[in-house]
């Protein structure tokens, strides 16, 4: 292949010759024929060197999942395994275009001689949740002049996967280790006499007692038989269902409904499991994309994440499809948050918090509005602007209607905003933990 | 090689110095010409379309002898005063511009020997400056350019007509020497660009590194500051510690500035800096070999070798284009390689240039072949496939069989739900509270 030097090459030399041969000039017809030669004279030895095959590049990362806004460093080796030098060689190696470069540079040009190797690395803030593949390297090779090249791509690709941010639980701890009480502070563990460590008062004696129980200094005091009461501690079980459709996606990339809700959820999750609560997830929009049961593991967090950082907003959104293997798989009592747009036809959302009530869950519906996610107001002309308010109140009006319809069964539709979403979703929780809702 | 074209072609006694000024004089003397027609046509037509009469001769005169005689000194041959009469001044107008075009058209090659020459030359030092190929290119086609236009001006050009047969004449005629300079310089030129631009890739990432990692830490301290109260400009910031070398820096302190009235995106830009300098100072104290990698110090070539392989690198191709071309250019060469009739090795046609097209075009267009024909094969070997370990393959396979089992999971369970629906409402006619709610509310 030729470069674009290359051409300026043939083009001096085509000049050259030319005018030798208008002017009947020996002198410009050699000095043409000088280029001309001089482009290609070196050509066979070029393809027989540049044997890219000879190219291996091994790329590193330090981690294969990481969180969104995390750094990262890419360690990439480039071996010549041939019995060649290679003159002149670049190798770029790409990463995904949301992410930012951090420190560093992502390529590298130098020669490389037979046998040995290169390796540089580069720092990488990871943008966005999802499945990610750093990859493929193009190796570039030129002669000494360069005239000419030849360009491989190798198409290894390491795969990253990154969870949704996580500034959300940093901000939240760092709010409480700075004493201001916000949101999620004044949360009271719901108390039930029972079975428990904490002592909670007396009761008289009756039939069936334990006799364990039975205080006996307070009983000869009274002259009666009194047991000693524990506070028995209850915990709430959650599952988060967020809606993945299509609809979810709408608004500026980092911005979409379904990007809050993710938020939403891995702070649900992680404000669950710091207080011995179970939150359960659940991904859908047409199917079940992912499911993780309402749980307490170690890792629990984290296959939470690994179905968030999948989620992507295609399909329309099955109501009932989800709410049927959630049913199947959860039999204990919960509150069922859903965190959907509402854009879908009510009837289906009805039957599904149907078989939700009459499987003895509760349920939530904490509800973006479309059109607060989308673009700004202000950025419209005068007949969009019109446009825009009249699709805003219709939509409005739609989900006031079906918001009326759900409440006669109890479920709220609460409408959030992008301000409003992450506060929303933790006072939803606190006030769960203050009723007791689905305790367990 | 500009010295040698100078040489070459002051035979010619065309390198007169006043050429420039010469020249511009007599485009300004041009101009005179077109403004004074323009003037006239112009004001004839508004006195006609005016006062319906002709524009005065005494008014055409004036401005011909203010206009053109005046300022220009274009005074005809045989006047000493200004003129005084209309059709003397046409008359002379016609002859004026006839001369004034036909000098211009000398001029102008005069010209452009000179501002070919100046061109050049500024190119050249360019070139030693900042190292680039099109600076190189630049000045060779400007000196070169100087010899086709005294070509096409039938002057005396350096040339080497009849081609010598022998090789050591060939080599010593004053034509070829500048054609061997010429080439020489590009060779050469295009060879320590090599050798510059081959350890500059990694010379330029240290320097980056460098700026990025200083930038990086004037802009945590300075957060720092901010966070402690004192007073520090965020503007200046960014500006006098080059914390707009690099990207990721510039966009968080964009978030920083712009998004003044917004708390939290200001906390993420902040805590977005110093969570790099954290990593960055982690990565540092873990690993020794970061900052080498981070620079690709080890990648930097040998400069010694580097230098040696362009000299003999240089020599050998510099021959090798010389001797092919001498045998290319050579009619001896070609007619006995050819054994043509002896009409024909003395034809006239064997000694113009364009038989150099008869070997030249075969030959320059083998090179290209036989390179396509290695690479074919070497490109076998490159046959690009997804590398994936087994692992990797058994994962995506799983995801995807698993993805299908899903989504027929759905349909199936979609589809049993519709036809128990169906049947309900086929045997039911009670309607409950749920139904009641869906209609009452959407239903009017």
């Not at chain 2, 299908?404 to 409950?432: F, L, M």
């Amino acid at each position: 292949m030729i470069t674009q030097r290359g051409f300026v090459v043939v083009f001096a030399g085509v000049l050259l010759l030319t005018s030798g041969f208008s002017f009947v000039n020996f002198y410009l017809v050699l000095l043409g024929v000088y280029l001309v030669i001089g482009l290609v004279v070196t050509l066979p030895l070029f393809a027989l060197t540049a044997n890219l095959a000879g190219i291996e590049v091994d790329r590193q990362i330090d981690k294969v999942k990481l969180f969104s806004g995390d750094f990262i460093r890419v360690r990439v080796t480039i071996r010549n395994t041939s019995r060649r030098h290679f003159d002149f060689i670049e190798v770029h190696d790409q990463y995904p275009e949301t992410w930012i470069l951090a420190i560093g540079e992502n390529f590298i040009a130098s020669r490389i001689e037979p046998g040995s190797s290169m390796t540089f690395s580069y720092i990488l803030q990871a943008r966005m949740r999802g499945r990610y593949y750093l990859g493929p390297t193009e190796v570039i090779m030129r002669d000494r002049l360069g005239l000419h090249f030849y360009k491989r791509i190798l198409k290894e690709q390491t795969e990253v996967l990154v969870y949704p941010t996580w500034k959300d639980v940093r901000r939240m701890d760092a709010l409480g280790k700075q004493r201001q009480l916000g949101l999620m502070f004044g949360a009271h563990r719901t108390k039930t006499v029972g079975m428990g460590s904490d002592f909670a008062g007396f009761r008289e004696y009756s039939p069936g007692d334990e006799f364990r129980l039975i205080d006996w200094k307070v009983s000869a005091k009274r002259g009666d038989m009194v047991i000693r009461q524990y506070e028995m501690e209850k915990n709430v079980q959650i599952i988060v269902m967020v809606d993945s459709s299509g609809s979810m996606g709408n608004g500026y990339p980092e911005n979409t409904k379904l990007e809050y809700a993710i938020r939403a959820a891995v702070l649900l999750t992680h404000m669950g499991l710091e207080r011995k609560d179970i939150v359960g997830t659940c991904v859908f929009s047409d199917m079940v994309h992912g499911y993780i049961p309402p749980g307490a593991r170690p890792n629990h967090m984290y296959s939470v994440l690994e179905i968030l950082a999948m989620a992507e907003p295609t399909g329309w959104s099955d109501y009932e499809t989800a709410i049927a293997h959630v049913v199947q798989q959860s039999k204990k009592r919960s509150l069922i948050i859903w965190m959907t747009d509402l854009e879908e036809s009510p009837a289906p959302l009805l039957n599904a918090m149907k078989t939700l009530v009459a499987n003895g869950h509760k349920a939530l519906v904490i509800s973006p509005f479309g059109p607060w996610f989308e673009a700004p107001v202000g950025q419209f002309g005068p007949v969009e602007k019109v446009l825009a308010e009249a699709v805003s109140e219709e939509l409005w009006e739609r989900r006031n209607k079906i918001a009326r319809a759900l409440s006669r069964f109890g479920i709220n539709v609460i409408n959030v905003g992008p301000e409003d979403f992450l506060p929303v979703i933790i006072r939803a929780y606190e006030e769960a933990k203050q009723r007791g809702v689905a305790t367990f | 090689m500009a010295y040698l074209v100078y040489f070459l072609l002051d035979v010619n006694d065309f390198w007169h110095w006043e050429a420039p000024y010469t020249f511009v004089v007599t485009v300004f003397r041009l101009l005179s010409l077109l403004v004074f027609i323009l003037t006239t046509t112009m004001i004839s037509g508004l006195v006609g379309a005016f006062a319906g009469g002709a524009m005065p001769s005494d008014l055409i005169v004036g401005l011909y002898n203010t206009l053109v005689l005046r300022t220009w000194y274009m005074q005809p041959y045989g006047v000493s005063g200004p003129m005084i009469n209309v059709t003397e001044v046409w008359v002379s107008f016609q002859t004026n511009l006839m001369e004034v075009l036909s000098a211009l058209w000398d001029n102008t090659f005069l010209f452009l020997y000179f501002l070919l020459a100046g061109v050049g030359i500024a190119l050249f030092l360019q070139s030693i400056i900042r190292m680039e190929h099109k600076f190189v290119g630049g000045a060779f086609l400007s000196i070169q350019g100087i010899v086709i236009i005294a070509a096409f001006r039938s002057l005396i050009v350096p040339d080497l007509n009849p081609f010598p047969p022998d090789f050591m004449a060939f080599l010593l005629m004053s034509a070829q020497i500048l054609a061997l300079v010429s080439f020489a310089y590009l060779e050469v030129s295009y060879q320590m660009i090599y050798s510059y631009s081959v350890g500059k890739p990694v010379e330029d990432r240290e320097e980056t590194l460098k700026k990025q990692l200083l930038a990086l830490r004037q802009a945590t301290r300075k957060q720092d500051a901010i966070e402690r109260g004192e007073k520090v400009s965020i503007t200046g910031m960014s500006r006098t510690t080059g914390a707009t070398a690099f990207s990721f820096l510039r966009e968080a302190i964009e978030r920083k500035v712009v998004g003044t009235q917004d708390a939290l995106e200001n906390l993420d830009a902040i805590s977005d800096v110093r969570r790099l300098q954290i990593y960055v100072d982690e990565l540092f104290n873990t690993d020794s070999k970061v900052k080498d990698e981070l620079t690709a110090k080890a990648a930097a070539p040998s400069s010694s070798y580097v230098i040696g392989s362009t000299i003999t690198g240089s020599a050998i191709r510099f021959l090798t284009v010389v001797s092919i071309s001498f045998i290319l250019m050579s009619p001896g060469i070609v007619s006995t390689l050819l054994n043509l009739p002896v009409g024909i090795q003395g034809s006239v046609e064997l000694f113009q240039p364009e038989i150099v097209l008869l070997f030249l075009v075969p030959v320059v267009l083998l090179f290209p072949f036989i390179a396509m024909v290695i690479s074919w094969f070497s490109r076998r070997e490159v046959i690009e496939k997804e590398k994936l370990t087994k692992e990797e393959k058994e994962a995506v396979k799983e995801r995807k069989k698993d993805q299908a089992r899903r989504k027929r999971e759905a349909d199936k369970a979609r589809k049993n739900r519709a036809k128990e629906r169906k049947k309900r409402d086929a045997d039911e006619t009670e309607v409950d509270d749920w139904d009641k709610a869906l209609e009452e509310t959407f239903k009017r």
